[in-house]
């Protein structure tokens, strides 16, 4: 009988800094324990600086924490890594990473940008600050003029783990950080998409995109699970993302979910699966070095033997 072989899901929450929406990631850390599910949960700085006590919550529930922002979600002109100063970058992370860390007593090395707004600029910025893992490149996404993603500079990254390319994001390099984008075909694979367009396109969507990633990276927000008027949102949020904002997404979840952990996904954290992963990527290395170094010495003894026949 063959052992099954299961996949990498990796279930992410982003916490923006939205008053009223710390119901919601309440509601999906009792979500995670229902399902067993451990979550890569990206914070932003104020949240944490406001919520310790929930953020600390969340790494006692043995959840993994990384960065979003320092106050992305409350602003109507929101923090932009596309472009703003590398100087201003690192203020943004720290601020972020030092409240995340006073809360949970853990520093994170994992981060997301916010609304995907990503640069080479910040790749500099999360290297000096200690940084391992990112998760914002928008690979294979366009938004079509309902998301925050509209640029395709990064629109061909690839949709497997890789280290990024410090004079290209979307290239393969030789950083200190590694890369999972949030899984996409052409809209994002998250809750967003799920409560809008419905289960069976999500079913679809994971089907194309399996095609060509081993592991799919899926995210909501704790506000999709909290009635908008319940909250507090800049002047800008859109009205028809706060349309369907209510606890019944959860139900929502609860089919996606299923459905993935049928589909033979497994749900997994970032540092422990991505270093696994890079530990394969080593030793695949290594044995491609020393099978290259075999055939050479065939080669050098083969040429030496035939000298001596000669």
């Known amino acids: 009988m063959h052992s099954r072989t299961y996949k990498p899901l990796h279930f992410t929450i982003d916490v923006d800094w939205v008053r009223g929406s710390e119901v919601g990631l309440e509601g999906l850390l009792d979500f995670c324990d229902r399902w067993k599910v451990k979550a890569t949960i990206f914070v932003t700085g104020r949240f944490a600086e406001s919520y310790p006590d929930l953020i600390g919550d969340c790494r006692r529930r043995g959840h993994e924490l990384g960065t979003h922002g320092w106050e992305h979600g409350s602003l109507e002109q929101d923090e932009d890594f596309r472009s703003a100063s590398y100087d ?19 520093r994170p090395v994992v981060f997301r940008a916010p609304s995907l707004w990503i640069s080479e600029t910040t790749l500099r910025a999360l290297e000096a600050e200690g940084y391992h893992y990112d998760s914002s490149v928008p690979a294979r996404r366009f938004d079509c003029g309902f998301g925050r993603v509209h640029y395709l500079k990064y629109f061909r990254a690839p949709s497997e ?24 075909f052409l809209f994002p694979m998250n809750m967003a998409t799920l409560r809008t367009l419905g289960l ?3 079913k679809w969507m994971v089907s194309r ?46 089919r996606f979910l299923e459905h993935m ?48 026949h000669q």
């Open 161 to 184: 783990p890789y280290r990024l390319s410090s004079s290209h994001l979307r290239l393969p390099g030789h950083s200190s950080l590694i890369e999972l984008a949030p899984s996409a």
């Open 200 to 202: 069976p396109v999500m």
């Open 261 to 308: 952990l049928l589909e033979d996904y497994s749900p997994t954290l970032f540092a422990s699966s991505l270093s696994q992963a890079c530990v394969s990527e080593h030793e695949a290395h290594i044995n491609t070095r020393i099978l290259s170094d075999a055939i050479e010495d065939v080669h050098v003894r083969a040429t030496d033997l035939a000298g001596r």
């Open 88 to 106: 201003q970058q690192r203020k943004w992370i720290r601020l972020a990473t030092e409240a995340v860390e006073k809360a949970s007593g853990v």
């Open 209 to 254: 995109i399996s095609r060509r990633a081993s592991r799919l990276v899926f995210y909501s927000h704790p506000y999709e699970f909290v009635h908008a008027d319940q909250q507090s949102f800049p002047r800008n949020m859109s009205k028809w993302n706060m349309r369907s904002m209510t606890p019944k997404n959860f139900s929502v979840l609860d």
